[in-house]
């Protein structure tokens, strides 16, 4: 099983560590890909060296009940979503979330959790550290500078390590801080505890560089959570826990004296709800309580927030987050799972994390000394992130780690069986899971390559763009759509390369045709996400396109269109301007003025 153990171990660090420089969305993908499949071959090892004699690995017990349950209704409300597609592969350019990465998660939940309890807890945690180490590492040269690849500028001003964004670094970084605690707690030598020391200290300055104030108090939670587990251990190590303390006091004594204006200001205002960015994350919360309630307790479908929420603005939300920000995520997860899958999606949260919070803190509690103190790293990790989704969302990276210690620390554990209990699985009927499990991973192979096959062709048609190359960015962007045709920033690139390439031209026949591609892109668009009011304002400005180029007598379908996009998002102003001008092209002067 130490095979299995280690498989589990490799692949979380993957997700974490892994990202592609060269495509457009170079972080997150190659992430849920190695989720996705990898999950799969964790199953598949696991299937094919465990010899289930007692019956165990079809037996319940720990979070099975609970996470079935969330599982259950996830797929539910992607059957019976208002986009399915979305619903089950998540969204677009974050790759969180959606059927698939949850029932991955679950796989790796199931695997950890029927692996020997110090083998899963010894692979999950050093996994973690291990890939932490990596990734703070590679932080660390982006914000010095030397870091060669694209995003080095914006690496400068916030770390952003192998994730993309420094508000995906810090959901990391808290679940880390409580693990590598407990390291330094159990290490043996002080050559190793000064190790571990400097490690907390390049993590919790980058935790505060990231400027994520959801992470920060999750971390503070976290360790005074992981002190009061530990007190027995804690109080007779006095010398340990005052450089632990005086190392916190310096790292935060020298960022408030020496660190940038910009960290010590976010701590200035750390618990004002009155800031810009905390007061429209309250009126996006107050969205959502609009949003389930207009719902009456029933979902629209996974990850379809940011299709419902611009029906439910208000102007008080519009002017802080601006003209065009469209709220895909309630930045509350409670609240998000809510919205989108209803009243038994919210039950089924609250019975998952119920149940994990009560079975781990029996489990840590009722551990030896020196066990306890790794386990609380794992349980104090998990609770930081959970503090930390309150305010924001989980990410791929850290879900796959947060399933993976609820199996460790909650599930059902394997070696514990009796082994009279339970049915043991023909020979055939393991040897059919296995060839189902070969089947789905090359399915999600070929799924994953066309994906960043996609993403690729659609960065090289936006460097082709910037040479001003339309002929061939549009070969570029043709490649994108046929290869991932729900990408919903591909229709956009493709229909602007259109546009340019039919403004270039000087034959009419050639002008009017790429014109009519562009509106032909945005109209295939538009019946993949029929809800979505973008896709409506992009279909109706490539009409007026042609209404004003070639007097085409489609200017009122342009004015339907605008006015169902109003209708999905009445506070968008870029949608009445346009309307304005739809009216004001077709001599309606005073439906302008009114529109304007």
């Keep these: 099983m130490r095979v299995c153990a280690r498989s589990v171990g490799l692949i979380l660090a993957a997700v974490a560590v892994l990202f592609l420089p060269w495509i457009e969305d170079g972080f997150e993908l190659p992430k849920a890909i190695v989720l996705h ?23 319940t017990g720990g979070l099975d009940r ?18 399915p597609h979305l619903s089950f592969f998540g969204q677009y350019r974050l790759y969180s979330g959606g059927l698939w990465s949850f029932f991955s998660c679950g796989l790796l939940y199931w695997v950890a959790s029927r692996l020997p309890a110090e083998a899963a807890q010894k692979a999950v945690s050093r996994s973690l550290l291990g890939a932490g180490l990596l990734v703070l590492l590679y932080a660390a040269v982006q914000h010095a500078g030397w870091d060669p690849l694209p995003w080095r500028e914006a690496s400068r001003l916030s770390p952003i390590a192998t994730f ?11 679940l880390l801080l409580p693990v590598a605690l407990s390291a330094y707690w159990l290490s043996p030598r002080p ?36 002190v009061a587990i530990n007190w027995d251990d804690v109080k007779g190590q006095r010398a340990r826990l005052l450089r632990l303390v005086g190392l916190i006091l310096l790292v935060l004594l020298g960022l408030w004296l020496f660190g940038p204006s910009s960290i010590r200001g976010r701590m200035a205002v750390f618990l004002n709800w009155h800031e810009g960015s905390a007061a429209n994350r309250v009126e996006l919360w107050r969205m959502a309580l609009r949003m389930i309630s207009d719902a009456k307790g029933w979902g629209s479908g996974l990850e379809t927030f940011g299709l419902v929420s611009p029906a439910f603005e208000t102007l008080k939300f519009r002017e802080g987050v601006g003209v065009s920000e469209i709220a895909t995520n309630a930045h509350n997860e409670f609240l998000h799972i809510f919205v989108t899958t209803g009243l038994m999606g919210a039950a089924a949260y609250a019975w998952l994390w119920a149940g994990f919070l009560r079975l781990a803190w029996r489990r840590v509690a009722a551990s030896a000394s020196g066990q306890r103190v790794l386990l609380s790293g794992l349980f104090c990790g998990a609770v930081a992130h ?26 059902p554990k394997a070696e514990a069986r009796s082994p009279a209990g339970g049915a043991v699985p023909s020979v055939f009927f393991r040897r059919a899971v296995l060839c189902l499990i070969g089947v789905l991973v090359l399915a999600g192979g070929y ?59 000087v034959n009419l026949a050639d002008k009017v045709h790429w014109f009519n591609e562009a509106s ?71 439906e302008a003025k009114s529109a304007w």
């Design 520 to 590: 032909r892109v945005f109209q295939d668009h538009l019946r993949r996400y029929p809800l979505d009011p973008d896709a409506h304002h992009n279909y109706a400005m490539s009409l007026m396109w042609r209404a004003l180029e070639f007097k085409e007598p489609v200017i009122e379908a342009a004015l339907e269109e605008e006015k169902k996009a109003i209708a999905l998002a009445p506070l968008f102003p870029d949608f009445w301007n346009a309307l304005g001008q739809m009216h004001h092209f077709a001599g309606r002067i005073d």
């Design 386 to 411: 959970w503090v930390y989704a309150q305010f924001n969302f989980g990410t791929t990276a850290t879900s796959a780690y947060l399933w993976a210690f609820m199996g460790v620390l909650a599930g």
């Design 66 to 83: 609970p996470v079935a349950a969330f599982l259950a209704v996830a797929a539910f409300f992607t059957a019976f979503s208002i986009h």
């Design 37 to 59: 499949v990898g999950s799969l071959i964790a199953v598949g090892l696991f299937l094919f060296y465990h010899e289930p004699r007692d019956g165990s690995w079809t037996k």
């Design 447 to 505: 799924r994953g390559a066309l994906d960043l096959a996609a993403d690729r062709s659609f960065k090289n048609m936006q460097f082709l763009s910037r040479r001003l190359q339309w002929l061939q960015a549009a070969d570029a962007g043709e490649k994108a759509v046929a290869l991932n045709p729900w990408g919903s920033y591909y229709p956009m690139s493709l229909a602007a390369a259109y546009r340019a390439l039919s403004q270039s031209c």
């Design 191 to 226: 050559i190793s505890r000064v190790f571990w020391l400097a490690f907390i200290a390049a993590a919790l300055f980058e935790l505060l560089a990231t400027m994520g104030r959801g992470a920060w108090l999750g971390s503070i939670v976290a360790l005074i959570l992981w």
């Design 164 to 174: 993309g964004s420094p508000f995906k670094f810090a959901p990391f970084l808290a």
